[in-house]
């Protein structure tokens, strides 16, 4: 596998960083999770936007253009043959001293990493994921804002650690004030009748790419969406509850601290907007 680091194309085993870059000592940096199908890499643009938002938000100057980064992102998939596939773009803050200041950091580092994704068994598509709400909450608006895609992580990790120590791949996050933020790496909706509702960003929720084409697909589909603050009370009355993200894609939720959420099953309009989303995004993206 060849890695993108700082402009150039390197072999898997070369491709190291300092061990003084303050995204491995301080967590300093931000990325990007996206997917690249038939050929294509999935909503680029809008993910390399959300990248120089959480960077602007960090103040940390990433070192190109938004289409230099589009570029690299292609280039790096042509040269691993990634067309059905996962790519992870990372900036972090680059070499500085033993010590928090990032203005000490002359130079951030640009990594692209081309590869494939571990997705979750077929079977859970089928049959759905069971979750569980957990004592971790989501960061505050004022501390590390969730809207910012951080390398660090720790908190959704620790979210991660009670969802699996409770027998459960996923949790569900409440931001500060008890209201439903997201799932560790996913975004969460319900459904009440043809009505679906997610939470807005100022609940603490990062506002997914997958979130926004489900959405849009949605709306298109004549059904009525809208983002509002939602409680648990909400999730286990909904009809159908699912989480989308660009690793999980769409997943119906059947079971929320052990309650049975609607018939147990995926629900049919979750099962209807994974079909929309299947057919939607082959056919969009920037060529490799
Ligand atoms: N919330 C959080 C906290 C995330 O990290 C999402 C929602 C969904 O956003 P997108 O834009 O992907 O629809 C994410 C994204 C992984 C993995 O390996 C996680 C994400 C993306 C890619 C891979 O678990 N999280």
């Known amino acids: 596998m060849k890695i993108y680091l700082d402009g150039k194309l390197v072999p898997e085993k070369s491709a190291k960083i300092s061990v003084f870059d303050h995204g491995l000592l301080y967590g300093d940096g931000v990325f990007e999770g996206i997917r690249s199908y038939n050929g294509r890499v999935f909503m680029l643009k809008e993910h390399v936007d959300r990248l120089f938002r959480s960077a602007q938000a960090i103040a940390l100057k990433i070192p190109l253009t938004r289409e230099q980064v589009c570029r690299a992102v292609v280039r790096t998939c042509r040269a691993n043959g990634t067309l059905n596939g996962y790519i992870r773009l990372v900036v972090t803050r680059g070499v500085g001293t033993l010590g928090l200041n990032p203005y000490l950091c002359s130079k951030p580092s640009v990594i692209i990493i081309a590869a494939t994704i571990q997705l979750y068994p077929k079977k859970l598509y089928q049959d759905g994921l069971s979750i569980v709400t957990v004592g971790t909450i989501r960061n505050h608006t004022e501390s590390v804002n969730p809207a910012i895609k951080s390398l660090n992580y720790l908190n959704n990790i620790l979210a991660k650690i009670e969802a699996i120590n409770a027998g459960c791949m996923e949790a569900v996050m409440l931001n500060p004030q008890g209201f439903v933020a997201e799932a560790t790496g996913d975004n969460i909706f319900v459904v009440r009748g043809d009505r679906l509702v997610t939470p807005p960003p100022s609940a603490g929720t990062l506002e997914g790419i ?79």
């Open 210 to 288: 997958t979130r926004n084409v489900v959405m849009d697909l949605a709306r298109k589909a004549g059904l009525r969406v809208s983002e509002e603050m939602l409680t648990r009370y909400d999730l286990y009355t909904a009809d159908e509850v699912f989480l989308t993200g660009t690793a999980a894609e769409v997943i119906g939720v059947v079971n929320i601290d052990r309650r049975t959420i609607g018939t147990g099953r995926p629900g049919d309009v979750t099962r209807r907007l994974a079909g929309l989303f299947h057919a939607f995004a082959p056919q969009n993206g920037m060529p490799i």
